[in-house]
T-cell receptor, first 111, second 115 residues
């Protein structure tokens, strides 16, 4: 039981490049989330999903897109990366109970 | 005003000290309260979870919620160097169908326990 895994662990992009971050969970959780964590800002919700095929905007959705084609996977896309998207990205999942379980994070640097 | 306020620290204490970490929140509708611990370069991990007011104890850790003053606390007894981490409080509304079960996090308090 791997829990929540994230790919890649670290990535460097140039401004304007695109990439996709992959989150996978093997706990059969319905709810999945993408957060970004920046110094002094805490964890901020980007997008979330309440089930396969559904997505919704969080607190800071601009510049990001997501897809949940399979229940176990939640993808976060950056179509045209900007330096302001330099951050640590965390994925989380839950059954719909009140706690969330987090992945190890992806460090993204946009030059 | 942020929904959840948390002193960022850093907080430095000697080994064996009692540590008190605190958060305040603004929305009286919050009913679920959590503390997460995050080691450097790792993801947050759930430490304590409480519902409504009261205390919950787990080993050296005690979580306390005072809904009347909208104040949540985490106490760590006999603190150890391995407790050095960032502690994040989080709150959640009562479960709402279709509401996404979203959490609101404090910014985290960095704790260092020194030998």
């Amino acid at each position: 039981n791997a829990g929540v895994t994230q790919t890649p662990k670290f990535r460097v992009l140039k401004t304007g490049q695109s990439m996709t971050l992959l989150c996978a969970q093997d706990m059969n959780h319905e709810y999945m989330y993408w957060y970004r964590q920046d110094p002094g800002m805490g964890l901020r919700l980007i997008h979330y999903s309440v089930g396969e095929g559904t997505t919704a905007k969080g607190e800071v959705p601009d510049g990001y897109n997501v897809s949940r084609l399979k229940k176990q996977n939640f993808l976060l896309g950056l179509e045209s990366a900007a330096p302001s998207q330099t951050s640590v990205y965390f994925c989380a999942s839950t059954t719909g109970a009140e706690t969330q379980y987090f992945g190890p994070g992806t460090r993204l640097l946009v030059l | 005003q942020k929904e959840v306020e948390q002193d960022p620290g850093p907080l430095s204490v000697p080994e064996g000290a009692i540590v008190s970490l605190n958060c305040t929140y603004s929305n009286s509708a919050f009913q679920y309260f959590m503390w997460y611990r995050q080691y450097s370069r790792k993801g947050p991990e759930l430490l304590m979870y409480t519902y409504s007011s009261g205390n919950k104890e787990d080993g050296r850790f005690t979580a306390q919620v005072d809904k009347s003053s909208k104040y949540i606390s985490l106490f760590i007894r006999d603190s150890q160097p391995s407790d050095s981490a960032t502690y994040l409080c989080a709150v959640n509304l009562a479960k709402v169908t279709g509401g996404g079960n979203k959490l609101t996090f404090g910014t985290g308090t960095q704790l260092k326990v020194e030998l």
